[in-house]
């Protein structure tokens, strides 16, 4: 399992400095920041620690298994992010 970022996400990257395994993105740094709607979580990196949960102020932010019906899509939009951009 791992946290799944959702549509209510505003990309503000509250998240990204408090990860400890940085595997949320794009990071502000990166070009594809300026034009995402949403950040992204890796579940392969992911480490279900939940830290980002918590500074999230839009509560976007799930655990895999605790998605609402509604943005059960979401886990798998996460997990596809990260495959594109590896390719
Ligand atoms: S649960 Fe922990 S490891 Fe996973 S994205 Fe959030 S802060 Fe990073
Ligand atoms: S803290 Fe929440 S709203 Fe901000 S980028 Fe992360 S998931 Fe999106």
Redesign the pocket.
């Known amino acids: 399992m791992a946290y799944v970022?959702t549509a209510a996400?505003?990309?503000?990257?509250?998240?990204v400095d408090i990860c400890p395994v940085d595997c949320?993105g794009p990071r502000p740094d990166d070009p594809a920041y300026d034009d995402t709607e949403?950040?992204y979580i890796d579940p392969a990196a992911c480490i279900d620690c939940a830290a980002?949960v918590d500074?999230?102020?839009?509560l976007?932010?799930y655990e895999a298994g605790a998605l609402p019906l509604k943005w059960q899509h979401y886990a798998a939009i996460n997990r596809q992010y990260f495959r594109e951009s590896e390719s």
């Open positions: 970022i996400c505003v990309a503000d990257s509250s998240c949320i949403q950040l980002c500074v999230c102020p839009v976007a932010i």
